[in-house]
């Protein structure tokens, strides 16, 4: 525990500068991060196709660099994401003596799992108010998280998913779940007052990014644990001391930075 603690206060400034920098720094470490979230789960599921590995993070790069592009220019994601399983299918059938179609498909779902998901927190960023409601992201992910240790341990008796999870209890959940939404609300009434936001419901938004972001982070901490079980191993890394890779320490984040940054696409009116 002292470990883990110390590697989270090591690194809150580091996540705390670039978060609040946006532009390259955070372009950047969500470039490193998701490059290195794909070489821990390439390693989990397909350990040996070397070039596999290569062809998704080269995909994974380009989208990196130019992901406000793809994803805002009309069918620029279709076309990358066919090519990308073009050129995967095209290196299995080339390939087939050293690779085979779950490969492939690992190659495929790692990049949209540890990179595409991640790049979601430098979408939030850069969308309109994206300076303060990116942080929504980490209260409902750490919020949720740090209420369900606390009912679970003091309350909870059900347990939730026993085979994935031994510890995590029902009131646990719900417990997270009422946590992260109440800070993400308390958050939006501090905001609400510091930032004037134009047309935009703040509270609604605010709730509804820490009820769904919360019951996200939690099946994609369970969804984390599924993936750890099949393969069988403790952690997808060793890079952070105490809490293991960046699946390990972001596998809720990934889920709740999309739900916000949807939630904010639907429910912010973009200006010209």
Not at 52 to 73: K, R, V
Not at 88 to 110: E, Q
Not at 156 to 173: A, M, N, R, V, Y
């Amino acid at each position: 525990m002292k470990t883990r603690i110390i590697s989270a206060l090591v690194l809150l400034p580091f996540l705390i500068f670039v978060v609040v920098s946006g532009g390259l720094w955070l372009k950047g470490a969500t470039i490193i991060l998701g490059l290195i979230g794909m070489h821990e789960f390439y390693q989990a599921f397909s350990k040996e196709n070397t070039g596999l590995h290569i062809i998704g993070y080269i995909f994974a790069s380009f989208y990196g660099l130019f992901m406000e592009q793809i994803i805002n220019a009309d069918n620029y994601f279709n076309i990358f994401v066919s090519l990308f399983l073009v050129v995967l299918l095209i290196y299995t059938v080339v390939c087939h003596n050293k690779t085979n179609a779950l490969d492939g498909m690992s190659g495929f779902f790692g990049f949209f799992y540890a990179f595409f998901l991640l790049s979601h927190i430098y979408l939030i960023r850069e969308f309109a108010y994206g300076k303060y409601l990116v942080w929504l992201a980490f209260i409902a992910a750490f919020g949720c998280d740090t209420g369900a240790y606390f009912i679970g341990v003091n309350f909870g008796k059900h347990k939730l998913i026993p085979f994935l999870s031994p510890k995590k209890t029902i009131e646990g959940s719900i417990g997270g779940i009422l946590t992260a939404t109440l800070l993400s609300l308390a958050y939006g009434l501090w905001i609400g007052n510091v930032v004037v936001f134009e047309d935009v419901n703040l509270l609604l938004l605010c709730g509804l990014a820490g009820f769904f972001g919360s019951f996200l982070a939690q099946i994609g901490d369970l969804a984390a644990s599924a993936m750890k079980r099949l393969t069988t191993i403790k952690d997808f890394g060793k890079l952070i001391p105490g809490h293991g890779g960046v699946l390990d320490r972001f596998d809720s984040v990934i889920l709740t930075a999309p739900a916000l940054y949807y939630i904010m696409f639907f429910l912010i009116e973009v200006k010209p």
